[in-house]
T-cell receptor, first 114, second 112 residues
Framework: GENVEQHPSTLSVQEGDSAVIKCTYS??????FPWYKQELGKRPQLIID?????GEKKDQRIAVTLNKTAKHFSLHITETQPEDSAVYFC?????????????FGKGTHLIIQP | NAGVTQTPKFRVLKTGQSMTLLCAQD?????MYWYRQDPGMGLRLIHY???????AKGEVPDGYNVSRLKKQNFLLGLESAAPSQTSVYFC???????????FGDGTRLSIL
């Protein structure tokens, strides 16, 4: 089955700086890659997703890049703010949208230092 | 429009007891999922359903059963609870058009 590796497990950045979280996947058939943000005690919430026919997608301060050849994808957050502090999960799935469910990375705890 | 609702929010069980977690969605979604989340492990798929009356195993199905008798409900059962099943359980749903999964608020389950 699919295996998703996520790095780093903890990332501390100064407010206003950029943060980058990286994930690799093992199944070349995976074609859907969402990113979720989870605050303490809350549900995971989708922040951005990308499909395998697209190399990059941007939404305001958040962007995701996908390299299908290398089987890795990354989340980029620019101009970080205190409210960006949370745990971020990457995920991958075959069947677009996660028809068969998502395989998640183990998460990155992003800490924004004031 | 409540989205995905999970019942109960918290529960404490003794080893060997049984219980059922309920997930209800009011978005007319075809696909529904049960995940568990353990510290440092991310979310792992337990079972999923692609339509009423159908279910399939995910990554960690052992010790759990599921049923999808109605399109809007997806039940997760523990027949004989074990301490290793202490976790936070999340339900999710999504439509067939490939849109993202929507998660419920979770059920925190402790087994003593």
């Amino acid at each position: 089955g699919e295996n998703v590796e996520q790095h780093p497990s903890t990332l501390s950045v100064q407010e206003g700086d950029s943060a980058v979280i990286k994930c690799t996947y093992s199944d070349s058939a995976s074609n859907y890659f969402p990113w979720y943000k989870q605050e303490l005690g809350k549900r995971p919430q989708l922040i951005i997703d990308i499909r395998s026919n697209v190399g990059e997608k941007k939404d305001q301060r958040i962007a995701v890049t996908l390299n299908k050849t290398a089987k890795h994808f990354s989340l980029h957050i620019t101009e970080t703010q205190p409210e960006d502090s949370a745990v971020y999960f990457c995920a991958a799935s075959v069947g677009g949208g996660g028809a068969d469910g998502l395989t998640f990375g183990k998460g990155t705890h992003l800490i924004i230092q004031p | 429009n409540a989205g995905v609702t999970q019942t109960p929010k918290f529960r404490v069980l003794k080893t060997g007891q049984s219980m059922t977690l309920l997930c209800a969605q009011d978005m007319n979604h075809e696909y529904m999922y049960w995940y568990r989340q353990d510290p440092g492990m991310g979310l792992r798929l337990i079972h999923y359903s692609v339509g009423e009356g159908t279910t399939a195993k995910g990554e960690v199905p052992d010790g759990y059963n599921v049923s999808r008798l109605k399109k809007q409900n997806f039940l997760l059962g523990l027949e004989s609870a074990a301490p290793s099943q202490t976790s936070v359980y999340f339900c999710a749903s999504r439509p067939v058009d490939g849109s993202a999964q929507h998660f419920g608020d979770g059920t925190r389950l402790s087994i003593l």
